[in-house]
C-alpha cells in the first residue's frame, strides 16, 4: 500500500535537513520497496511570503488526510514583528490543535559515539534510552478559570488552573503503555498527587487502566520534583514515563540535554484513532529554525532523519525499517563524522548534505 506523506520543511534549517531526509526516503523506496504518495507545502516565513498567512486551510485539510505529516521547524527573525497570529509559529501551533495531536513523545537516546557530549558523566548516561510522553493539549496551560484579575485592592493576581479528566489522562496514559510494550515494557507515571487533586486523579485513572488493561507492563508512580532529581541522579532506571502538560514540558526539556545535542532530538506528537483506524501525527526535530546558521549548510540533518524514522516505526509499523535507520546513524557517528554542533577534538567536522550522503552509504552496508 502507498503511503501518502505530507512533507513541510518551514524556515531556516528546516529546508535544508528536509533535504537529506529525502535521501533517505527515496533509499527507502529504492532498497525496500516502500511506495510513498509524497506532497510538500510552505508553511511559516516561507508561507507568509508567499501567501500572507503562517499556514493556509488547504494546508491543514492535507495534513488531515496524510497518513503523517513530516514537519520540519518555522520561525524567522523577518517576521518577528508581524501580530501574534501572523507569526510563523502559528503554522505548527494550528497543526496541533486542528489534528488534535495531544501526546507528545520525545525520546531521549545516547549515541554510543556522543557518550561524551552529555552535561552528565558517560557511566550515567552510556546506553540511556527513554522515551518521555508529554501530555500537550490540557493541563494547567489551558484550563480555565485562568487570566488576571485586580482585587479590591487595586492589587492584582493571576490565575492559572490545573485540569484534567479521566478520559484525557487515560488516553495519552494508553499511548504510554502501548510505546512500553514496543520498548522495555515499564511505564512511570508522574504527578505530583500528595500536593494536587489533578494528581490524585491522574495517579487513580492511570492505576485503573493498568488493572484493566495493561496488566504485563510495569508500572511505577513517581512525583515530578522526584523525577526532576532522578533523571539527573540515574536516568537510565526509565524505560517510558507519562506525565501532564507542565510537567512534561520541564522534564522534557531536561531529558534531552541529558543527551547534550540538539540537533539529534527526534519527536513525535499522536492523535486519536478515527473510525478507520488512521491515528493524526506530527514527526518533527526538536530543535527550531536556527536562523544564526540558516543557509550555511551546517545544520545537523540528523534529528530531521530520526524524525523521520520514528514516523515509519509510530506511523506505519515499520520497526525493521525504522531501526536500519538508527543504526546507520549510529554507524556515522562510530565513524567520526561531526557536524559542528556535535563535533570534538579528533572528529571530522562536516556539513549537512555530507552528514545526509554518509547515513545513505551506511544504509547501503546494511
Ligand atoms: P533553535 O533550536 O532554532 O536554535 C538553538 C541553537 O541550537 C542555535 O544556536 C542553533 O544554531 C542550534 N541548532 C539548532 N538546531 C540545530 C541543528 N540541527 N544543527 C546544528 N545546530 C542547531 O532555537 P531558537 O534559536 O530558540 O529558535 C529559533 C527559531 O525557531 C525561533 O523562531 C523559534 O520560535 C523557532 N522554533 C521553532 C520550533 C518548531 O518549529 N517546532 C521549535 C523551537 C523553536
Ligand atoms: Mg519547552
New binding site residues.
Given amino acids: 500500500v502507498t503511503k501518502k506523506l505530507l512533507v513541510l520543511p518551514?524556515?531556516?534549517?528546516?529546508p535544508e535537513?528536509m533535504n537529506e531526509v529525502a535521501r533517505v526516503v527515496a533509499w527507502m523506496s529504492r532498497a525496500r520497496g516502500i511506495s510513498f504518495d509524497i506532497s510538500e507545502d510552505l508553511v511559516?516565513g516561507a508561507s507568509l511570503a508567499v501567501h500572507g498567512v503562517p499556514i493556509r486551510d488547504e494546508v491543514i485539510q492535507a495534513a488531515k488526510a496524510a497518513d503523517a505529516v513530516l514537519?520540519?521547524?518555522?520561525?524567522?527573525?523577518k517576521w518577528?514583528s508581524v501580530g501574534f497570529d501572523r507569526?510563523?509559529?502559528v503554522?505548527?501551533l494550528k497543526l496541533r490543535q486542528e489534528l488534535g495531536l495531544f501526546a507528545n513523545l520525545r525520546p531521549a537516546k545516547v549515541f554510543d559515539a556522543l557518550v561524551d557530549a552529555s552535561t552528565l558523566k558517560p557511566d550515567v548516561v552510556a546506553g540511556l534510552d527513554i522515551m518521555i510522553v508529554r501530555e500537550t493539549v490540557g493541563g494547567i496551560y489551558f484550563g480555565e478559570p485562568r487570566g488576571i484579575e485586580t482585587l479590591p485592592d487595586g492589587t492584582k493576581r493571576g490565575i492559572n488552573t490545573e485540569v484534567y479528566t479521566t478520559a484525557e489522562i487515560e488516553r495519552v496514559a494508553r499511548v504510554a503503555f502501548d510505546l512500553a510494550r514496543q520498548r522495555g515494557n515499564r511505564v512511570c507515571s508522574v504527578e505530583k498527587c500528595n500536593v494536587m487533586e489533578s494528581g490524585l486523579l491522574w495517579k487513580e485513572v492511570v492505576t485503573d487502566l493498568h488493572a484493566r488493561d495493561y496488566p504485563d507492563v510495569e508500572l511505577s508512580h513517581m512525583l515530578a520534583d522526584n523525577c526532576a532529581m532522578q533523571l539527573v541522579r540515574n536516568p537510565r532506571q526509565f524505560d517510558v514515563i507519562v506525565t501532564g502538560n507542565l510537567f512534561g514540558d520541564l522534564l522534557s526539556d531536561l531529558a534531552s540535554m541529558l543527551t547534550g545535542s540538539?540537533?539529534?532530538l527526534p519527536s513525535a506528537t499522536l492523535g486519536t484513532v478515527d473510525a478507520t483506524g488512521k491515528r493524526p501525527a506530527l514527526y518533527?526535530?526538536?530543535?527550531?529554525?536556527?536562523?544564526?546558521?540558516?543557509g550555511k549548510g551546517?545544520?545537523?540533518?540528523?534529528?530531521?532523519i530520526l524524525s523521520f524514522s520514528m514516523l515509519l516505526r509510530y506511523s506505519f509499523g515499520m520497526d525493521a525499517e525504522a531501526e536500519l535507520i538508527e543504526t546507520a546513524v549510529s554507524n556515522v557517528l562510530a565513524s567520526g563524522l561531526r557536524?559542528?554542533?556535535?563535533m570534538s577534538p579528533g572528529m571530522a567536522q562536516v556539513g549537512?548534505a555530507v552528514m545526509g550522503e554518509a547515513v545513505v552509504r551506511e544504509l547501503d552496508k546494511l
Fill in positions: 518551514g524556515d531556516g534549517i528546516g535537513v511559516g514537519f520540519g521547524s518555522v520561525g524567522d527573525p518577528a507569526r510563523p509559529e503554522a505548527i540538539l540537533g539529534m518533527e526535530p526538536i530543535h527550531g529554525s536556527a536562523p544564526d546558521i540558516a551546517l545544520a545537523n540533518p540528523l534529528a530531521q557536524t559542528a554542533d556535535i549537512t
